[in-house]
C-alpha cells in the first residue's frame, strides 16, 4: 500500500457542486499539506497541517477548507466548485524539522475537473 | 520576484549528454534544499538533497551557492529515463517552515 494515499483519484463534477478530496498516510508525520498544480504555475500551498488541532492556510486558500480528523487524515473541501479549481491537487506529509527528516512525501494525486 | 525561480525549459539532450540546470531563490536566510523530480502527471519525488559542501549521487552532482543564492544540478551521461521535470525545494524554517517550490525545468533526452 501506498505511503500516502489520496481518493479519489479523479472526478469531475459541476459549478457548484461540494467535493471533499480525502489523503490518509501510514508514514506516522506531524505534517500534512494540501498543494494543486496548474500549468505552468508550478505547486501552489492550499492549506497545511502540523498536527490535529493545527491548520493553517496557505498562498491560495480561498475556496478550499480542511478538516484534521486524526493524525493520519487530512481531508480538502470545495464547498461550491467553480471550474478553476479544476487542477491536480497533491496531498503530502513530512516530519518536523526537529527529528532531522524533513523530506516531503506526496500521495498520487487528485485530477479534478470542474464543468 | 519570485520566491524560487527555474528556467522552465525544456532542455532536449540527446542520449550521453551533459545537462545542468539551475535554481535562484530570493531569500538569504534560506536553510534547505532539495531537487524533487516530476514524471508528467505523477507525483514530485524526491530527487536529492542539497548539501552546503555539494553532493553526488551517481550520475547526478547537486551543488549549492549561497553568496550567488542558487542551487544546481547537472546530470551527466543522459539517459531516455531522465525525461521528466526537475523541481527545487527550497524551505525556510520559522513558525511556519515554508517550503517553496519552483515552477519545475523540464527535460526531454531524446536517442
Excluded at chain 2, 522552465?8 to 549528454?17: I, K, L, T, Y
Excluded at chain 2, 536553510?31 to 553526488?56: A, H, I, T
Amino acid at each position: 500500500d501506498a505511503d500516502v494515499t489520496q481518493t479519489p483519484r479523479n472526478r469531475i463534477t459541476k459549478t457548484g457542486k461540494r467535493i471533499m478530496l480525502e489523503c490518509s498516510q501510514t508514514k506516522g508525520h506531524d505534517r500534512m499539506y494540501w498543494y494543486r498544480q496548474d500549468p505552468g504555475l508550478g505547486l501552489r500551498l492550499i492549506y497545511y497541517s502540523f498536527d490535529v488541532k493545527d491548520i493553517n492556510k496557505g498562498e491560495i486558500s480561498d475556496g478550499y477548507s480542511v478538516s484534521r480528523q486524526a493524525q493520519a487524515k487530512f481531508s480538502l473541501s470545495l464547498e461550491s466548485a467553480i471550474p478553476n479549481q479544476t487542477a491536480l491537487y497533491f496531498c503530502a506529509t513530512t516530519q518536523s524539522p526537529s527529528s532531522g527528516a524533513n523530506v516531503l512525501t506526496f500521495g498520487a494525486g487528485s485530477r479534478l475537473t470542474v464543468l | 520576484r519570485k520566491e524560487v525561480e527555474q528556467d522552465p525549459g525544456p532542455f532536449n539532450v540527446p542520449e550521453g549528454a551533459t545537462v545542468a540546470f539551475n535554481c535562484t531563490y530570493s531569500n538569504s536566510a534560506s536553510q534547505s534544499f532539495f531537487w524533487y523530480r516530476q514524471d508528467c502527471r505523477k507525483e514530485p519525488k524526491l530527487l536529492m538533497s542539497v548539501y552546503s559542501s555539494g553532493n553526488e549521487d551517481g550520475r547526478f552532482t547537486a551543488q549549492l551557492n549561497r553568496a550567488s543564492q542558487y542551487i544546481s544540478l547537472l546530470i551527466r551521461d543522459s539517459k531516455l529515463s531522465d525525461s521528466a521535470t526537475y523541481l527545487c525545494v527550497v524551505i525556510d524554517y520559522g513558525d511556519t517552515d515554508k517550503l517553496i517550490f519552483g515552477t519545475g525545468t523540464r527535460l526531454q533526452v531524446f536517442p
